[in-house]
């Protein structure tokens, strides 16, 4: 791999933008002098999710249809980051609306490349523990969700079942798993 890697952007354009989303198209530069006449991406804000313990140790999981696969799917609490907002204030934000939970022991566990191939988004997880419902769900206009309480077998089992669909998440609930000794290497 030659060791200048970085491509020059020659143009770009944006394709579509509505509310949050937007797609452009690039014309980029390789380092030996190739043209990429047409890379797509995709930007969308970045967003956190939060692994929920509650004092009990249960993990607190929703289960929320996604429409692109046409499932119900349990995932962790989160959502976008809104602008100006730093992404631990929208981890509590969003586990408080989803699911009436708080937490004062909350942690950056992992910040990782949503999908470097198409976005330059950042999803951010934290850990929460000694997690207490304290209000009722808030949510979103477009939202319905349930809350799932799963010890520790189950949330093992759902990770070897293949259970847990998405696939960003999965690493961060493994490194939680480690963190909180509920698993070794």
Same mark, same amino acid.
């Given at each position: 791999?030659?060791?200048?890697?970085?491509?020059?952007?020659?143009?770009?354009?944006?394709?579509?933008?509505?509310?949050?989303?937007?797609?452009?198209?690039?014309?980029?530069?390789?380092?030996?002098?190739?043209?990429?006449?047409?890379?797509?991406?995709?930007?969308?804000?970045?967003?956190?999710?939060?692994?929920?313990?509650?004092?009990?140790?249960?993990?607190?999981?929703?289960?929320?249809?996604?429409?692109?696969?046409?499932?119900?799917?349990?995932?962790?609490?989160?959502?976008?980051?809104?602008?100006?907002?730093?992404?631990?204030?929208?981890?509590?934000?969003?586990?408080? /609306? =989803?699911?009436?939970?708080?937490?004062?022991?909350?942690?950056? &566990?992992?910040?990782?490349?949503? %999908?470097? !191939? @198409? *976005?330059?988004?950042?999803?951010?997880?934290?850990?929460?523990?000694?997690?207490?419902?304290?209000?009722?769900?808030?949510?979103?206009?477009? /939202? =319905?969700?349930?809350?799932?309480?799963?010890?520790?077998?189950? &949330?093992?089992?759902?990770?070897? %079942?293949? !259970? @847990? *669909?998405?696939?960003?998440?999965?690493?961060?609930?493994?490194?939680?798993?480690?963190?909180?000794?509920?698993?070794?290497?």
């Amino acid at each position: 791999m030659n060791k200048n890697y970085n491509w020059k952007q020659l143009s770009s354009k944006t394709v579509f933008e509505q509310s949050w989303f937007k797609t452009k198209v690039d014309v980029c530069q390789l380092p030996d002098g190739r043209i990429f006449d047409s890379y797509f991406t995709v930007e969308v804000p970045d967003w956190c999710n939060t692994i929920i313990i509650t004092e009990d140790e249960k993990i607190v999981l929703i289960k929320q249809y996604r429409y692109p696969i046409n499932k119900i799917i349990y995932e962790l609490p989160g959502g976008l980051i809104e602008q100006n907002e730093n992404p631990m204030q929208a981890a509590l934000r969003e586990m408080q /609306e =989803e699911t009436g939970y708080t937490s004062n022991n909350i942690e950056l &566990i992992s910040t990782v490349a949503a %999908n470097p !191939a @198409l *976005q330059s988004t950042t999803a951010y997880f934290y850990l929460a523990t000694n997690a207490v419902k304290t209000q009722k769900q808030n949510f979103d206009e477009f /939202e =319905e969700l349930t809350i799932e309480l799963v010890d520790k077998t189950t &949330i093992k089992e759902l990770l070897t %079942n293949n !259970a @847990l *669909q998405h696939g960003v998440q999965v690493g961060a609930i493994y490194q939680a798993l480690l963190k909180l000794g509920w698993i070794n290497w």
